[in-house]
C-alpha cells in the first residue's frame, strides 16, 4: 500500500501516527510494542514528533522496546551514529525504560556486533525468529534500505538475522538486519521523502524484480497489508 502526503511534514505527522495507532493495536492483545528504527534524516522529524508531548503521552512507553534495522559502525557520540539521533530526537525525551532500548554498538567491531545482535534478539524473542510488530525503512537513492546496498551478500544471507557490512566507498562499516528479519515483522513501513528519491522509487516499485540492484525490492508483502510506503508527493513525482 502506498500513501502519498503533500510534504515532509504531513508525512512525518503521518509516521508518528502510525507508530501510535500500531502500538495501540499490538498492546490491545499483548505486553509488548516491538519496533525497529531506520537511520538517516528522512525519520528524525517522525522521531522528534515521538518525542512531542502531544504524541508522547499516547504512547504507552513502559511496553515499548526499541532496535535498530542498522546501525553505522561509529562511535556513540559521531553524528552519523543512527541510535545518537534517536536518543536525540525522542528517546531522551520519552519515559521508556533504558533496557528496553537495544542499540548495535558495533563501533569495536561489526563481525562480533552482528553476532552479539543476533543473541540479543535471540535472548528477546525466547529463541524464535524475531518478529517486529513495526518495522520502519528508508529508502537510499540507489536503492539501498536499512544497510542492505545494491550488490551486498546480505541480501541473500538467508542464514543469517544480522551481518556486518563494509561498503565499497565509503569509510565506515556497518550492521544491517537480513532481509528474512525485516520481511518477518508485522508492519514494514517505508518512509521516503523528496524529489532526489522519485527514481528509486519509480524503480522500486515499478521496475523488474531485482533486489541484488534495488535491495528495497527484498521488502516484500507477506500479505496485502504488512507492507506500507509513506511517501511526499516530491518522492511520487514519478509514480
Ligand atoms: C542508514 C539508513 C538508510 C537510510 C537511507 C536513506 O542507516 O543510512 O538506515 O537505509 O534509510 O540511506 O537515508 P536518508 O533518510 O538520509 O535519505
Given at each position: 500500500?502506498?500513501?502519498?502526503?503533500?510534504?515532509?511534514?504531513?508525512?512525518?505527522?503521518?509516521?508518528?501516527?502510525?507508530?501510535?495507532?500500531?502500538?495501540?493495536?499490538?498492546?490491545?492483545?499483548?505486553?509488548?510494542?516491538?519496533?525497529?528504527?531506520?537511520?538517516?534524516?528522512?525519520?528524525?522529524?517522525?522521531?522528534?514528533?515521538?518525542?512531542?508531548?502531544?504524541?508522547?503521552?499516547?504512547?504507552?512507553?513502559?511496553?515499548?522496546?526499541?532496535?535498530?534495522?542498522?546501525?553505522?559502525?561509529?562511535?556513540?557520540?559521531?553524528?552519523?551514529?543512527?541510535?545518537?539521533?534517536?536518543?536525540?530526537?525522542?528517546?531522551?525525551?520519552?519515559?521508556?525504560?533504558?533496557?528496553?532500548?537495544?542499540?548495535?554498538?558495533?563501533?569495536?567491531?561489526?563481525?562480533?556486533?552482528?553476532?552479539?545482535?543476533?543473541?540479543?534478539?535471540?535472548?528477546?524473542?525466547?529463541?524464535?525468529?524475531?518478529?517486529?510488530?513495526?518495522?520502519?525503512?528508508?529508502?537510499?537513492?540507489?536503492?539501498?534500505?536499512?544497510?542492505?546496498?545494491?550488490?551486498?551478500?546480505?541480501?541473500?544471507?538467508?542464514?543469517?538475522?544480522?551481518?556486518?557490512?563494509?561498503?565499497?566507498?565509503?569509510?565506515?562499516?556497518?550492521?544491517?538486519?537480513?532481509?528474512?528479519?525485516?520481511?518477518?515483522?508485522?508492519?514494514?513501513?517505508?518512509i521516503v521523502s523528496g524529489e532526489k528519491k522519485a527514481r528509486a522509487l519509480r524503480e522500486v516499485l515499478s521496475g523488474?524484480?531485482?533486489?541484488?540492484?534495488?535491495?528495497?525490492?527484498?521488502?516484500?508483502?507477506?500479505?496485502?497489508?504488512?507492507?506500507?510506503?509513506?511517501?511526499?508527493?516530491?518522492?511520487?513525482?514519478?509514480?
Amino acid at each position: 500500500m502506498i500513501q502519498v502526503f503533500p510534504d515532509f511534514e504531513a508525512l512525518s505527522t503521518a509516521a508518528a501516527e502510525l507508530f501510535i495507532y500500531l502500538a495501540a493495536q499490538v498492546l490491545a492483545v499483548g505486553e509488548r510494542f516491538n519496533v525497529a528504527l531506520s537511520g538517516g534524516s528522512t525519520p528524525k522529524r517522525t522521531y522528534e514528533l515521538l518525542g512531542e508531548p502531544t504524541f508522547s503521552s499516547r504512547i504507552p512507553w513502559e511496553k515499548v522496546h526499541v532496535f535498530w534495522g542498522d546501525e553505522r559502525c561509529v562511535p556513540p557520540d559521531d553524528p552519523r551514529n543512527n541510535f545518537l539521533m534517536a536518543r536525540r530526537a525522542f528517546l531522551d525525551k520519552v519515559p521508556i525504560p533504558p533496557s528496553q532500548v537495544h542499540p548495535i554498538q558495533c563501533a569495536a567491531s561489526p563481525d562480533r556486533a552482528a553476532h552479539d545482535y543476533e543473541k540479543m534478539l535471540s535472548d528477546f524473542f525466547d529463541g524464535e525468529s524475531p518478529r517486529f510488530d513495526l518495522v520502519f525503512l528508508g529508502l537510499g537513492e540507489d536503492g539501498h534500505t536499512a544497510s542492505l546496498f545494491p550488490g551486498s551478500s546480505a541480501i541473500g544471507d538467508v542464514g543469517r538475522w544480522a551481518s556486518a557490512v563494509h561498503v565499497r566507498g565509503q569509510d565506515i562499516s556497518r550492521v544491517t538486519l537480513t532481509p528474512l528479519i525485516l520481511n518477518q515483522a508485522s508492519r514494514k513501513v517505508f518512509i521516503v521523502s523528496g524529489e532526489k528519491k522519485a527514481r528509486a522509487l519509480r524503480e522500486v516499485l515499478s521496475g523488474p524484480y531485482d533486489p541484488d540492484r534495488l535491495p528495497a525490492q527484498a521488502i516484500q508483502d507477506e500479505d496485502d497489508s504488512s507492507l506500507i510506503w509513506l511517501v511526499d508527493k516530491a518522492a511520487a513525482s514519478l509514480l
